[in-house]
């Protein structure tokens, strides 16, 4: 078999999306795991919409999603010449017609036949229209061009890996536009043709574009070229049900990339859809293509999940060892910690994040002023200033900075026990009802910061009976 050959065609009028994700992705692992190519390929044949900002930033966020491309970046525009002359030669041999169809004369046909209990399809009123005639009319009048696949008898079938082969009775297809009639193509045309033209062997895409297919399997049939393997794999949805899309609250790759999610969480919350047996040791996209079984993808539709990609992040967030952490964290702790302390705030902290930003939480580890939990600083008030200066007299005895010795003492002292002894103690010193290991909080502090944040919660206390 020649070598898989996939692609990724977005057209450049917009920021890239979930639903680009998941093609993007899927065709990767594709042509990963079969050791093949995946080119990538922007379709801008519609000038007034495509930007070249918008290349640059797609190609950015498959950069930062590790989706690496082979060879050059491919632009559909490139092949004008070729789309061009494969509809000549379509015209040529009578699967290509002009349409001068008004929009209000296709609307009435579509009502008609709709009252008819009838699909909407077009009539092929300008079907039989003699060469010469369609040509003279085309001098004055606006038309479009139209593919000749409607017919009463015949098949087109699509090759497909995941639903099988799918056929088509030609009767129950439509005869399409592919040229507008500003003379622009429609996707169905240039998408075909440059997939012969790139050699793409294998395209991934939403079992939505079925139809589609079958339009381009028959019009490159036409043309004289292979059609290309399709895996049309089930829709991915929203959490509401509808399908996900850049006009439904798609989220864009930027804002992901903005909030400081990890790449490889989205890969593989993404890379999971469809695919409930593939296994949880597989944590980069090199491991999902490995793993990947595209000929059993889920025909059916999928929802996404914000949660499910942010569970991720945070499970991926943990497996960073602290060197990649210090940097990602730097930004949210003050300017005057030095690199030896942020250091062992890190290492303290990073099996308790589940976003880089929420090492502000830990603010009192590092800054005594830091305020504490808007939940905590009941549960101080409560614990009072005389289990505070037991806690602070407890310390004082002691030899060495030892957490379950102190807090035995205190125990003994205070008469508190349980969550009654440890969570006000927590908070005291890390500001914070959840966290590190209190031993490891001790051990982080010293013997002077301890003290310092004793004296302070006792100092609340006390201002906090004032006020009351």
Not at 143 to 167: M, N, Q, S
Not at 440 to 452: K, P
Request: charged share 25%; with cysteine; aromatic share 8%.
């Amino acid at each position: 078999m020649s070598q898989v050959v996939t692609r990724f065609a977005p057209s450049p009028t917009g920021l890239m999306h979930l639903g680009n994700v998941r093609t993007a992705l899927l065709n990767w692992l594709y042509a990963r795991k079969n050791g093949g190519r995946f080119l990538l390929r922007f379709e801008d044949t519609d000038q007034d919409r495509s930007e070249a900002a918008y290349i640059e930033a797609i190609k950015a966020d498959l950069g930062w999603l590790g989706l690496d491309w082979d060879g050059d970046v491919l632009f559909q525009s490139e092949h004008a010449a070729k789309h061009g002359e494969a509809l000549n030669k379509l015209a040529e041999k009578g699967d290509a017609y002009r349409c001068f169809c008004s929009e209000t004369q296709l609307s009435l046909d579509r009502k008609l036949a709709t009252s008819r209990g009838l699909p909407p399809r077009y009539v092929g009123r300008c079907r039989e229209l003699r060469h010469d005639e369609a040509a003279t009319r085309a001098e004055q009048e606006p038309f479009v061009w139209r593919l000749a696949i409607h017919a009463d008898a015949g098949e087109v079938t699509v090759p497909d890996l995941v639903h099988g082969h799918v056929t088509f009775a030609r009767r129950d297809l439509d005869d399409p536009v592919v040229v507008r009639s500003d003379g622009s193509f429609t996707f169905l045309m240039p998408n075909a043709v440059d997939d012969a033209m790139d050699g793409i062997t294998h395209t991934l895409r939403g079992d939505d574009h079925l139809t589609n297919s079958a339009y381009q399997v028959w019009l490159l049939q036409q043309l004289g070229y292979q059609a290309p393997m399709y895996l049309h794999h089930g829709l991915l949805l929203g959490q509401d049900g509808a399908k996900l899309s850049k006009r439904s609250g798609s989220h864009s790759v930027l804002e992901l990339r903005d909030s400081g999610l990890l790449p490889d969480a989205l890969i593989q919350a993404m890379g999971r859809l469809g695919h409930p047996n593939m296994p949880e040791e597989a944590h980069t996209a090199l491991g999902l293509a490995e793993h990947l079984d595209a000929e059993h993808i889920s025909t059916s539709s999928v929802r996404w999940s914000d949660d499910e990609m942010w569970r991720w992040h945070s499970r991926l967030l943990h497996d960073l060892d602290s060197e990649t952490l210090i940097p990602m964290i730097r930004p949210f702790v003050p300017d005057d910690v030095g690199d030896e302390r942020l250091a062992g705030f890190v290492s303290l902290i990073e099996k308790n994040l589940e976003r880089v930003e929420d090492a502000v939480l830990f603010q009192r580890l590092l800054n005594i002023h830091a305020p504490l939990e808007a939940e905590a600083l009941p549960v101080l008030q409560k614990a009072g200033a005389a289990f505070y200066q037991h806690a602070l007299d407890a310390w004082s005895e002691l030899d060495a900075a030892d957490w379950k010795l102190w807090t035995t003492v205190v125990k003994e002292k205070s008469g508190c026990k349980g969550k009654a002894l440890f969570m006000p103690l927590r908070i005291a010193l890390s500001g914070t009802m959840h966290g590190p290991e209190m031993s490891e909080v001790v051990a982080f502090l010293g013997s002077d910061a301890i003290v310092a944040r004793i004296e302070a919660a006792i100092l609340a206390c006390e201002q906090g009976q004032t006020e009351t």
